[in-house]
């Protein structure tokens, strides 16, 4: 069965910095990745998503992710955030089966400081 | 297009009440999906449709739950009778297809508060 680990459930940064979020996946066959994105008081949104081809997907707002399949990993970044990139962030995973679900994480707090 | 909307934004019940919660997917998508969003737990997946038919449901909690789409612009989420342990945001989204590469757009949610 497919998972998703986000290893951090909060990150704070000072606005205009660099930033990471972690994501690391666990399937035994060829998955979809996704991140999406929950600002206060709304549903989440599609930031990008990789389903085959380049390794490195970008996405809005500025948002990238690299697609690491000997880590299992796939993690988001932004070279330089805003104030308004404060939000949950959630990391998600298919396996790529016709019709399989999306399995989500728990979710990384992105609080961008001044 | 205004997106999917559901209603309503807040609910406020007592314990052992009736409770149905609402969606509107986007017109022209074929697939629904039901999701509840806890501290605990996180974002799980309860229910999903294709072309109003219920596809899986293995992430209803118990019989309590129940979900129905009677036709392609109309979905409930039922919970009878409720509980407090129920009290979450809970979220529809819809796609064009139920394949795992389509995008899912989401509502704004409806947080239930169970007293």
């Known amino acids: 069965a497919q998972s998703v680990t986000q290893l951090d459930s909060q990150v704070p940064v000072f606005e205009e910095a660099p930033v990471e979020l972690r994501c690391n996946y666990s399937s035994s066959v060829s998955v979809y990745l996704f991140w999406y994105v929950q600002y206060p008081n709304q549903g989440l949104q599609l930031l990008l998503k990789y389903l085959s081809g380049s390794t490195l997907v970008k996405g809005i707002n500025g948002f990238e992710a690299e697609f690491n399949k000997s880590q299992t990993s796939f993690h988001l970044r932004k070279p330089s955030v805003h104030i308004s990139d404060t939000a949950e962030y959630f990391c998600a995973v298919s396996e790529g089966s016709s019709g399989d679900k999306l399995t989500f994480g728990t979710g990384t707090r992105l609080a961008v400081r001044p | 297009d205004a997106g999917v909307i559901q209603s309503p934004r807040h609910e406020v019940t007592e314990m052992g009440q009736e409770v149905t919660l609402r969606c509107k997917p986007i017109s022209g998508h074929n697939s629904l999906f039901w999701y509840r969003q806890t501290m605990m737990r996180g974002l799980e997946l309860l229910i999903y449709f294709n072309n109003n038919v219920p596809i899986d449901d293995s992430g209803m909690p118990e019989d309590r739950f129940s979900a129905k789409m009677p036709n392609a612009s109309f979905s409930t989420l039922k919970i009878q009778p409720s509980e407090p342990r129920d009290s979450a945001v809970y979220f529809c989204?819809?796609?064009?297809?139920?394949?795992?590469?389509?995008?899912?757009?989401f509502g704004p949610g409806t947080r239930l508060t169970v007293l």
């Open positions: 989204a819809s796609s064009l297809t139920w394949l795992a590469d389509n995008e899912q757009f």
